[in-house]
């Protein structure tokens, strides 16, 4: 990964929601053709109103199992590749995260990772193609829903 922060990946959570705020937000480990990424921790509570908490430290492990010295743009420009056909201006993969309300409401969010090929190598090469800063990797087609309800605590006495 790069030590320039403009260049690392980061995934930020964003918590769009006006009445509550979300715990234990955990994004999935997903795959990116043989590569596997994984994340280290939770995140701490977001809340409500659109703040975000961004996810730094995940790690990548090659197809052997060993660990990726490259970033997660990197991999996805990979697994591109070996699509073999330059046609395909993008790239997705989907991913899922998981989350608690202040409630203990369970939700799940589903979307498509989209990397996008040729804004990656004008982002590599930025004096020979003009690069402007584009986007190079977003989400789309975002879903939630609610996969448990809370229930309210019993009391036992």
């Given at each position: 990964m790069s030590e320039?922060?403009?260049?690392?990946?980061?995934?930020?959570?964003i918590n769009r929601g006006k009445k509550s705020s979300v715990n234990?937000?955990?994004?999935?480990d997903f795959k990116i053709g043989g590569y596997y990424v994984a994340f280290r921790h939770f995140p701490p509570p977001i809340a409500s109103g659109g703040n975000h908490e961004s996810v730094t430290p995940h790690y990548i492990n090659k197809p052997d199992g060993k660990l990726c010295d490259k970033d997660v743009f990197t991999?996805?420009?990979?697994?591109?590749?070996?699509?073999k056909n330059s046609k395909v201006y993008?790239?997705?993969?989907p991913i899922k995260a998981t989350y608690q309300d202040e409630h203990r409401n369970l939700f799940e969010v589903r979307c498509d990772l989209v990397f996008y090929p040729q804004e990656h190598v004008n982002h590599q090469h930025p004096q020979l193609t003009g690069y402007?800063?584009?986007t190079i990797l977003e989400t789309k087609n975002q879903?939630?829903?609610?996969?448990a309800p809370s229930i309210e605590r019993i009391d036992w006495d």
């Open positions: 320039k922060p403009m260049e690392q990946a980061c995934f930020d959570l234990f937000a955990c994004i999935e991999v996805f420009f990979y697994a591109w590749e070996e699509l993008e790239y997705s993969i402007t800063g584009a879903k939630i829903r609610k996969v």
